[in-house]
């Protein structure tokens, strides 16, 4: 089972993590974050998504992936929302995989202390040129939507 919160993300990163992952036969929860319950979330540009559920209900269940998608500002609220922040520690300490792409991972990973030493993420946000996509302990970063697709099957390869 796979969580995605949703908050502004960016649209390609968010709708590659749940096509590709579902085609893989698992099943992908996305959840809203700062919306409604049944609000769409209006994402980065404009398009609007439907969420299964919120996030203060999905972080009752337990998830065997967490894929946070980037996009701004949608990837800084996720970083700065408790339940979403809950939701990765819960992963890490199960040691359970996460990951996050484009922004991310410097803005949502990065100010918790969820981000390993070895990432990427988009290159506006990077420090050092990494690898499009890199996969180190439990977590799998990205760096935008060019790489969506690479970053959704390397959540399927771990």
Do not use: F
């Given at each position: 089972k796979v969580l995605s919160p949703l908050d502004a993300a960016q649209e390609l990163e968010a709708t590659a993590i749940v096509?590709?992952?579902?085609?893989a036969g698992w099943s992908v929860t996305l959840a809203s974050v700062g919306v409604a319950d049944g609000a769409p979330v209006l994402c980065a540009r404009g398009q609007r998504l439907?969420?299964?559920?919120?996030?203060?209900?999905?972080?009752?269940?337990s998830f065997d992936v967490?894929?946070?998608p980037g996009g701004m500002p949608g990837a800084e609220r996720l970083?700065?929302?408790a339940s979403v922040i809950a939701c990765l520690r819960k992963q890490r300490e199960a040691g359970n995989w996460y990951g996050a792409i484009?922004?991310?991972?410097a803005?949502?990973?990065a100010p918790s202390g969820l981000l390993p030493p070895q990432a990427t993420c988009h290159p506006a946000f990077e420090r050092a040129s990494l690898p499009p996509t890199c996969r180190c302990g439990w977590?799998?970063?990205?760096?935008?939507?060019?790489?969506?697709?690479?970053f959704a099957l390397k959540l399927v390869e771990a």
């Open positions: 096509n590709v992952l579902r085609r439907l969420a299964d559920t919120t996030i203060e209900e999905a972080k009752l269940v967490v894929a946070i970083g700065e929302d484009c922004a991310a991972p803005v949502a990973l977590c799998v970063t990205s760096r935008g939507p060019g790489t969506a697709i690479d």
